[in-house]
């Protein structure tokens, strides 16, 4: 799935993003919006992930949504 797409289902998808992330609380989910940097964002900043780990998680799970 693209990020477009996450973007536009992000309340369906926000769940899917808190199973993977648990760390990030409702607030910020709600903030992110489906954004892919502001989730690669909160990745670093929640988990001490540099950007380049927190991109790749971020894109790897994008593409298990598709699944």
């Known amino acids: 799935m693209n990020w ?3 973007e536009g289902k992000w309340k369906e998808m926000s ?3 808190r199973a993977s992330w648990g760390e990030l ?3 910020e989910l709600d903030q992110i919006g489906g954004k892919r940097e502001q989730l690669i964002g909160k990745l670093q900043q929640k988990y001490g992930m ?3 780990r927190a991109e790749k998680e971020a894109d790897d ?3 298990q949504q598709e699944s």
Do not use: L, M, P
């Open 61 to 63: 799970w994008a593409r």
């Open 25 to 27: 609380s409702d607030d």
């Open 4 to 6: 477009d797409q996450i």
């Open 50 to 52: 540099e950007r380049e």
């Open 15 to 17: 769940g899917k993003a």
